[in-house]
Nanobody
Framework: QVQVVESGGGLVQAGGSLRVSCAASGRTFSSYAMGWFRQAPGKEREFVAAINWSGGNTYYADSVKGRFTISRDNAKNTMYLQMNSLKPEDTAIYYC????????????????????WGQGTQVTVSS
């Protein structure tokens, strides 16, 4: 099973950009579908984006579609989330997640079965 560590969070002004990364350990990274989730204070953890094992298919929450881009580099065992046109409501802890089954990443009722979660990285967008 892989382990994942997020990095790249920080403070940015509204309208700005930020890229967060998720580095995975282990030699089986390419066998996992990967995703990003976020949790704001007082709210449930929510889906942000997901990507299949090859990077050929991506999925986004409506709230970030057109502003965020998920990608992965299997040679570097790393996944990315490029966030543009950031809004204060994007403020949250962003978590990296991994599962062999893409459906676990994209189906709310299956989130609790996620194989791997990261510790999260804080993203704060000031107005």
């Amino acid at each position: 099973q892989v382990q994942v560590v997020e990095s790249g969070g920080g403070l940015v002004q509204a309208g700005g950009s930020l890229r967060v990364s998720c580095a995975a350990s282990g030699r089986t990274f390419s066998s996992y579908a990967m995703g990003w989730f976020r949790q704001a204070p007082g709210k449930e953890r929510e889906f942000v984006a997901a990507i299949n094992w090859s990077g050929g298919n991506t999925y986004y929450a409506d709230s970030v579609k057109g502003r965020f881009t998920i990608s992965r580099d299997n040679a570097k065992n790393t996944m990315y989330l490029q966030m543009n046109s950031l809004k204060p409501e994007d403020t949250a802890i962003y978590y990296c997640a991994a599962d062999h089954d893409l459906r676990v990443l994209t189906t709310r009722s299956l989130f609790r079965h996620m194989e791997v979660w990261g510790q999260g990285t804080q993203v704060t967008v000031s107005s």
